[in-house]
């Protein structure tokens, strides 16, 4: 039989592409967007979800679990991208951001772990970020939610390994999507002390999405962990410099590597 997976946040960008991809091989593929349109537009099932509402949650799982019989894979990729500087950010729309990055995702990690220690095995695989390694000038609100989840990850891995539940994740660098367009934005002030940084770090952030990698690379990196009895618990999919920018941060001093950053950033 092939393995039933939901994948949250699937109605654009990489979830989208990770959804098609594992449709195309033969999974049952169960996406989610929280107010599914034009699903005749979909090679899979598009199904309401709203990761910041359990009851949407539940119901969604109960849905596959009574139409399957089983859910083997979870992909939690729904998320909400963020920029400004600590300072101007609001700080209710940092709690957003951390109830949808990280709440929401333990919320439906919660969700399907009944199910998977019922059936004695199951993959979840929580999309982070590159971004989630460092604490990045303007993201340091997005870098926060990644780190905390990828750290999540980490515990909950050993907490529902004997239960044989698989859990992992993916960190993307950069890729071609249409995140932008979906991020709170800290307005530029013109009175704030960050004016003139904060703009040309937000044109430096669209032009690295604009020549990002093709979301066809997180599909494979995907299936190929479902695939793997075995799978390591992180997982890097981006270019060779985001890549070895984490292994900098480990070897270099803390000064240098952040001097480092700030070249990059312009700062």
């Known amino acids: 039989m092939s393995k039933v997976v939901l ?21 049952k593929v169960y996406g989610t967007s929280r107010s599914p349109k034009n699903i005749e537009n979909f090679s899979f099932e598009l199904i309401a979800l709203d990761v910041l509402k359990v009851a949407t949650i539940q119901m969604a799982i109960d849905y596959i679990i009574k139409k399957e019989g089983t859910l083997d894979v979870l992909v939690n990729n729904a998320g909400m991208g963020i ?3 600590i300072e101007d950010t609001p700080t209710d729309e940092m709690r957003t951001v951390f109830n949808t990055n990280l709440f929401g995702a333990i ?4 969700a399907v772990l009944p199910q998977m220690r019922k059936q004695k095995s199951g993959y979840i695989i ?5 971004a989630g390694y460092m604490g990045l000038p303007f993201r340091g609100l997005y870098s926060a939610t990644k780190g905390a989840l ?13 239960f044989g539940i698989h859990v992992v994740n993916v960190a993307p660098g950069d890729f071609a999507t249409n995140i932008a367009a979906g991020r709170y934005h800290t307005p530029v002030f013109e009175k704030s002390a960050y004016t003139e940084a904060y703009q040309a770090n937000l044109d430096l952030m669209d032009g ?11 599909a494979k990196a995907v299936a190929k962990i479902i695939n793997t009895k075995n799978p390591r618990i992180h997982y890097k999919v981006g270019g060779f410099m985001e890549k070895f920018s984490i292994v900098l941060k480990r070897v270099l001093p803390d000064r240098v590597y952040e001097k480092m950053l700030m070249n990059h950033f312009k700062l």
């Open 126 to 130: 929580n999309i982070t970020s590159i």
């Open 208 to 218: 690295h999405v604009d020549c990002g990698m093709n979301p066809l690379e997180m």
């Open 107 to 110: 919320d439906v990690m919660k």
């Open 7 to 27: 994948i949250t946040g699937a109605s654009s960008g990489i979830g989208k592409s990770i959804a098609t991809f594992l449709s195309e091989k033969g999974f």
């Open 150 to 162: 990828e750290l999540i990850t980490e515990a909950t891995s050993m907490e529902v390994k004997h």
């Open 83 to 85: 920029t400004g500087s």
